[in-house]
């Protein structure tokens, strides 16, 4: 749908400057050309321009050993490849996932979430991310990074859609762990944490565990806490029906 | 009327035919599953003979610990069938962490880094041996729902689709489920 609503906007722009300078058919093909060949590219390379955006550096094995263990044993549990890891450096206890499939994801956490979490509250968050690998989610939401993260563009993507997806994930992430209070008790910390996520500045301060799209003019900050109750189920309500499991 | 009938004949064998692949599909997931955890069961088994080897003689370390790995080791691999091999495993998980449990009274333990990492791999290789497990009684939750339940019932027992044993290999290394 994104995508789609994308190359039609690009060819009706591409139309318009065509039929204003004169040249009719032609804008159109290029507006069309332009549109496939930016959707194809914001496709291909989507995780690696969100991870770009956001500094992420690989995490190296040695030096993230508890990270690495506990991907490998979600990944084996869930039946997935195992992603990439990257880290970045931020107070804000935070983590993302992207990627076109569940072959070419790639997961991301704050240095302060590595130490702001124990390790079961770290593993239900990890199993979030994964379970959005799983279920695609990852491709909607980079996707929605490389199309839409131009400043002009403003929030195309539905609340309601990012909301439901969310709550998937916690409840995939349980049913991946076998132990809901991990993942509980590792949003009441993200609750409580005051810090705001630096490097998600601008396009992709949507894709940290919180739902899409962001209005960039939000003056640069990534807030975060306030993009809760902005695009996405406050973590309330998620801890909420995750108690109830 | 001969029509209809070869119409719903036909519904019946797409039917039967797709039913069919479902349930194959579904064991052999199972099948892959197992695989899966088989290739961790037998790294830790070789990891095993290895640990001991490097403390062999080294009087610091219990060889009582010592000697009932080994010997839960072997259980382990002669073990037939998922089920009792899943209690083997259990044996052999508690069995590791005892000779971890004698080390550090021992002086010359800072000085054994082998057995150290070897002892680091063994425990790892027991989470994934746990995470392989959850995969492994995912698939087969699923396989087994499938052949009880209708329609799949009715092709399971003619065509010998038996249900599957559980690993239930009894890990307290993860925390355990809390039911809230």
Redo the contacts between chains.
């Keep these: 749908m994104l995508v789609v609503s994308f190359v039609a906007l690009v060819v009706a722009v591409g139309w318009s400057a065509g039929l204003v300078l004169g040249f009719g058919v032609v804008g159109l093909v290029v507006g069309g050309v332009l549109a496939t060949a930016a959707s194809v590219g914001a496709w291909w390379k989507s995780d690696a321009l969100a991870l770009a955006l956001c500094s992420a550096r690989p995490a190296d094995e040695a030096g993230h050993a508890r990270f690495h263990?506990l991907v490998?044993?979600?990944c084996?549990?869930?039946?997935l490849p195992e992603p990439r890891l990257y880290v970045v450096l931020d107070d804000a206890p935070n983590a993302m996932a992207t990627g076109r499939n569940p072959r070419h994801a790639a997961i991301a956490v704050t240095t302060g979430l590595l130490e702001k979490l124990n390790r079961?509250e770290l593993e239900g968050v990890l199993a979030h991310e994964l379970s959005h690998v799983k279920s695609y989610d990852t491709l909607v939401s980079t996707l929605a990074v490389t199309l839409v993260g131009v400043p002009t563009r403003g929030r195309l993507t539905p609340c309601a859609v990012s909301r439901r997806r969310e709550l998937l994930a916690d409840v995939s992430s349980v049913a991946l762990t076998?132990?809901?209070?991990?993942l509980i008790s590792a949003l009441e910390k993200l609750r409580d944490d005051a810090s705001v996520v630096r490097s998600g500045s601008r396009a992709t301060a949507h894709l940290w565990i919180e739902p899409p799209l962001h209005r960039v003019g939000f003056g640069g900050r990534g807030a975060w806490p306030d993009r809760l109750f902005d695009t996405g189920p406050p973590l309330d309500e998620r801890i909420t029906a995750l108690?109830e499991? | 009327m001969g029509w209809i009938l070869l119409g719903v004949v036909l519904v019946l064998v797409l039917g039967a035919a797709l039913l069919y692949n479902g349930l194959v599909t579904a064991h052999r997931r199972t099948d892959s599953?197992w695989a899966?955890t088989e290739v961790?069961l037998r790294r830790r088994h070789e990891l095993i003979p290895k640990l001991v080897d490097t403390v062999q003689g080294d009087a610091a370390y219990e060889s009582e610990a010592l000697e009932a790995l080994t010997s839960a080791c072997a259980a382990a691999i002669t073990a037939d069938g998922v089920a009792e091999r899943a209690r083997a495993e259990s044996v052999v998980s508690s069995a590791v962490r005892l000779p971890f449990a004698e080390a550090p009274a021992s002086p010359k333990f800072e000085a054994n880094q082998s057995f150290l990492a070897l002892h680091e791999e063994l425990l790892?290789t027991g989470?994934?041996i746990?995470?392989?497990g959850?995969?492994y009684n995912d698939t087969v939750s699923r396989y087994n729902t499938k052949i009880e339940s209708i329609p799949g019932r009715l092709l399971a027992r003619p065509l010998n689709f038996r249900a599957l044993e559980y690993f239930e290999a009894d890990d307290t290394s993860r925390?355990m489920?809390?039911d809230?």
Excluded: H, K, S, W
Aim: charged share 15%.
């Design positions: 263990n490998e044993g979600l084996i549990a869930g039946g079961v076998r132990y809901p209070p991990g108690r499991l | 599953a899966q961790q790892a989470g994934r746990a995470y392989a959850l995969f925390p489920r809390v809230a």
